[in-house]
């Protein structure tokens, strides 16, 4: 699907411009960057066939063709990543290919595009839209391109947009035998399951209200379709000794609260939810404070802290990490030419007392370079914790040299 939507509107883009009148000539914009990647897994791997060591190379590029007065846009922005090991990581996607029409407080987009929701650090429970790319970054912050129509309304009372999806993305997962990070699992794509008698084709529909009330911002979201987190089932199998399991995606509605409150040097966060699947419903919040010493020392540099926690009512039942955890982080920003900035983190399960922790750190290099240094891994590992058991040598240190044009 992604190369034949490819093929499709560049042509159309293209007609656009060829018959737009004098008066609405179309500006065109060519973008994107190139990068060349290397991983190290420091710790021993579960079998032989893991390496220790990976390298790859990806890019994305922008394609942009916009009216001279701001109300027709076609913009094409492909993705892809070739890696020297793992085939499952070697992928591409189109993170937009779309059609926007805007007119004054009104705005229509159709086609394929990234919608980010959420304003905490550490866990995005609101940000729904959008399929993981599970395959590009643990962190889950990289998204596949979802195909969409969109309305949007922004009046004093605030803005409202609503969202009709028509297919679903399935999230891909490393090979089980050459990939890292790995959990030590196969995840059979040929039986994914699907509650929906309509399978990947089932209507998705989502609406968002958003507003600005003095220091608050405020949004309210509500969502019905398909899970974008598969729950995952063993079906009884192995594939060379590693037990099988099948993707399994419920539908799920959920009702959505994020909240940002900018108190001078402060920032406070929080993000709700309620939602239900298999006729179950559950709630979960994660929320904390950011501060911020603008010009520490009269250095020029900024210095910010993060204090946040993850909350399910389910806590050790929860199908995912994060039932009752605490996030600490350090941001600095040089604030210089080079754009240089390191951010340090770590997050304590107040269940089983495991540990884990992150490094990101990026600085330009001239004016199209940019070098990002990410180390990611886990200090303890407690004896029930088995999200942290099932991750415990899979530490890892990525480094990437970006080429932007």
């Given at each position: 699907?992604?190369?034949?939507?490819?093929?499709?509107?560049?042509?159309v883009?293209?007609?656009?411009?060829?018959?737009?009148?004098?008066?609405?000539?179309?500006?065109?914009?060519?973008?994107?960057?190139?990068?060349?990647?290397?991983?190290?897994?420091?710790?021993?791997?579960?079998?032989?066939?893991?390496?220790?060591?990976?390298?790859?190379?990806?890019?994305?590029?922008?394609?942009?063709?916009?009216?001279?007065?701001?109300?027709h846009?076609?913009?094409?922005?492909?993705?892809?990543?070739?890696?020297?090991?793992?085939?499952?990581?070697t992928?591409?996607?189109?993170?937009?290919?779309?059609?926007?029409?805007?007119?004054?407080?009104?705005?229509?987009?159709?086609?394929?595009?990234?919608?980010?929701?959420?304003?905490?650090?550490?866990?995005?429970?609101?940000?729904?839209?959008?399929?993981?790319?599970?395959?590009?970054?643990?962190?889950g912050?990289?998204?596949?391109?979802?195909?969409?129509?969109?309305?949007?309304?922004?009046?004093?009372?605030?803005?409202?947009?609503?969202?009709?999806?028509?297919?679903?993305?399935?999230?891909?997962?490393?090979?089980?035998?050459?990939?890292?990070?790995?959990?030590?699992?196969?995840v059979?794509d040929?039986?994914?399951?699907?509650?929906?008698?309509?399978?990947?084709?089932?209507?998705?529909?989502?609406?968002?209200?958003?507003?600005?009330?003095?220091?608050?911002?405020?949004?309210?979201?509500?969502?019905?379709?398909?899970?974008?987190?598969?729950?995952?089932?063993p079906?009884?199998?192995?594939?060379?000794?590693?037990?099988?399991?099948?993707?399994?995606?419920p539908?799920?509605?959920?009702?959505?609260?994020?909240?940002?409150?900018?108190?001078?040097?402060?920032?406070?966060?929080?993000?709700?939810?309620?939602?239900?699947?298999?006729?179950?419903?559950?709630?979960?919040?994660?929320?904390g404070?950011?501060?911020?010493?603008?010009?520490?020392?009269?250095?020029?540099?900024?210095?910010?802290?993060?204090?946040?926690?993850?909350?399910?009512?389910?806590?050790?039942?929860?199908?995912?990490?994060?039932?009752?955890?605490?996030?600490?982080?350090l941001?600095?920003?040089?604030?210089?030419?080079?754009?240089?900035?390191?951010?340090?983190?770590?997050?304590?399960?107040?269940?089983?007392?495991s540990?884990?922790?992150?490094?990101?750190?990026?600085?330009?290099?001239?004016?199209?370079?940019?070098?990002?240094?990410?180390?990611?891994?886990?200090?303890?590992?407690?004896?029930?914790?088995?999200?942290?058991?099932?991750?415990?040598?899979?530490?890892?240190?990525?480094?990437?040299?970006?080429?932007?044009?």
């Amino acid at each position: 699907m992604p190369l034949r939507l490819t093929r499709h509107l560049i042509p159309v883009a293209a007609a656009l411009g060829l018959m737009a009148p004098p008066a609405m000539a179309l500006d065109i914009d060519f973008e994107g960057y190139l990068e060349i990647e290397a991983r190290n897994f420091p710790q021993t791997a579960r079998n032989d066939d893991q390496r220790e060591n990976f390298s790859s190379v990806a890019g994305e590029f922008e394609l942009g063709f916009y009216s001279d007065n701001g109300r027709h846009a076609v913009i094409v922005k492909p993705f892809g990543r070739a890696d020297e090991h793992d085939h499952e990581r070697t992928h591409m996607d189109l993170r937009e290919a779309k059609y926007r029409y805007v007119n004054g407080a009104y705005e229509f987009t159709f086609g394929v595009d990234k919608e980010f929701w959420g304003v905490t650090e550490f866990l995005h429970l609101v940000d729904i839209i959008n399929q993981t790319d599970n395959v590009e970054s643990p962190d889950g912050e990289q998204k596949l391109g979802q195909p969409m129509v969109k309305f949007s309304m922004a009046q004093s009372w605030g803005t409202l947009t609503g969202y009709f999806m028509p297919a679903f993305r399935l999230r891909q997962f490393y090979d089980p035998l050459t990939g890292r990070p790995s959990a030590g699992f196969v995840v059979n794509d040929e039986t994914t399951f699907f509650e929906s008698e309509h399978g990947r084709s089932n209507p998705d529909y989502a609406l968002r209200y958003g507003h600005n009330i003095g220091a608050f911002d405020v949004g309210l979201s509500w969502f019905d379709g398909t899970a974008r987190t598969p729950q995952l089932e063993p079906n009884g199998d192995s594939y060379n000794g590693l037990p099988v399991l099948n993707a399994y995606y419920p539908l799920r509605t959920q009702l959505g609260l994020d909240a940002q409150a900018t108190l001078g040097s402060w920032l406070l966060k929080l993000e709700a939810i309620k939602s239900e699947e298999n006729d179950i419903t559950n709630a979960r919040a994660t929320g904390g404070v950011e501060y911020t010493f603008y010009n520490l020392f009269n250095s020029g540099t900024d210095v910010g802290l993060v204090a946040e926690y993850m909350w399910d009512e389910r806590e050790l039942d929860a199908p995912h990490p994060f039932g009752n955890d605490v996030g600490i982080g350090l941001r600095w920003t040089a604030n210089d030419v080079q754009s240089t900035s390191i951010l340090i983190g770590g997050i304590v399960d107040l269940d089983t007392d495991s540990t884990a922790f992150s490094v990101e750190a990026e600085r330009r290099l001239g004016q199209n370079f940019k070098v990002i240094l990410e180390a990611r891994g886990q200090n303890y590992v407690g004896d029930d914790d088995v999200w942290a058991n099932a991750l415990a040598n899979e530490d890892f240190v990525r480094l990437r040299l970006n080429w932007f044009f």
